[in-house]
């Protein structure tokens, strides 16, 4: 079975290649001529140059194939020109699913975010039915993710066959960027965190997550949304599970959520606005801390056999990672 992926040169993307290899699928690949490609090595796939809005390149790519994994995306909480992350993640999206549907491909799974779930004040597990919409979305990147997301469901309320999965917060081992969640793991080893907020994450092993990508497209029903979770946990407890991991001390001075708002307003104008560079805390990533991002992955359970597992492994893993590739 011949497979295109896009994004597997990133973090998830690229253990969605290793599973769909290991199964035996003939893989191509979308690889930008900028892209680190280290994540690849060792893959027996074919790469095609190109990025998501090139029309030619997808359309190449996607000839013959029968399955699409759509994962790349710009994730950047801030940018400096937020224009980018909605080319890449919307227009791009938009672009992939036109190619595939030329192409005669059967099905795409659409690889979105939690962060386009509708999360609660209460902090009571959000689901895919919890209620929201563009206005509920912080920053360019969740309303672009968001609007992507929508483009796919709209293709599939078209008659397309495309499958969406909503992946949690992926922890692992070639992160390469790495991730925001990345840099709290990284920071966390640098001994850059003297202090955490009160709020939550649910924690996924992106290699389980990456198995949840092929279920989806083997057991999905077009037009669903499926959440791949794993465990509900608040930062002081993720702090203290790396900081287990790793013999490092966990930090113990709880921040007030008005301290890191201004921590976060001061960093994004200084940092960000005034010298161009990404700043360390935004002030988006504090603003969506303010909702701990607790998920429920029962649809999943339900309809694709997932499995929820604890990610004590997966920071393991994380850690090793990149204690070993010299991030810490």
């Known amino acids: 079975m011949k497979v295109f992926v896009t994004g597997a040169t990133g973090f998830v993307g690229s253990h969605v290649a290793r599973v769909l290899s290991q199964q035996g699928a ?4 979308l690889v930008r001529a900028t892209s680190r490609t280290e994540n690849l090595e060792g893959l027996r796939a074919e790469r095609v140059t190109g990025d998501l809005c090139d029309r030619e390149a997808l359309g190449q790519g996607m000839s013959g194939c029968e399955l699409v994994f759509h994962v790349a995306a710009d994730y950047r909480l801030w940018a400096p020109d937020p224009r980018e992350l909605y080319r890449a993640n919307v227009e791009g999206t938009r672009t992939v699913l036109e190619a595939a549907r030329a192409a005669g491909v059967r099905r795409v799974v659409h690889t979105s975010s ?12 959000a689901d895919e039915d919890s209620p929201v919409s563009l206005a509920d979305m912080i920053g360019a990147y969740k309303r672009s993710k968001f609007m992507a997301e929508q483009v796919a469901l709209e293709a599939a309320r078209g008659g397309f066959d495309v499958v969406v ?7 692992g081992e070639q992160d390469i960027k790495p991730t925001p ?3 709290v793991i990284v920071d966390f080893l640098k001994g ?14 992106v ?3 990456a198995h949840g990508h092929v279920a989806a497209a083997e057991k999905g029903r077009r037009g669903e949304r499926y959440i791949l979770g794993g465990e509900d946990l608040t930062l002081k407890q993720i702090l203290d599970r790396l900081a287990a991991i790793s ?3 966990s930090p113990k001075l709880k921040l007030p959520y008005a301290v890191a708002l201004a921590t976060g307003a001061v960093d994004t104008l200084f940092t960000g606005v005034l010298l161009g560079r990404e700043p360390r805390v935004t002030l988006d990533s504090v603003r969506m801390g303010r909702k701990k991002m607790f998920a429920s992955s029962a649809k999943a359970e339900r309809e694709l056999g997932w499995k929820i597992v604890p990610v004590d492994e997966a920071l393991r893993r994380a850690v090793d990672w990149f204690r070993a590739h010299g991030y810490a």
Not at 118 to 124: K, L
Not at 195 to 205: I, P, Q, R, S
């Open 26 to 29: 003939e893989l191509r690949l």
């Open 114 to 125: 939690v962060g386009t779930i509708g999360f609660r004040t209460n902090g009571r597990p």
């Open 165 to 171: 999965v909503n992946p949690t917060t992926p922890v």
């Open 181 to 183: 969640t990345g840099r």
């Open 192 to 205: 850059k965190f003297p202090a955490y907020v009160e709020t939550g994450l649910n924690l996924v092993d």
């Open 207 to 209: 290699r389980q997550c």
């Open 247 to 249: 013999d490092l001390p």
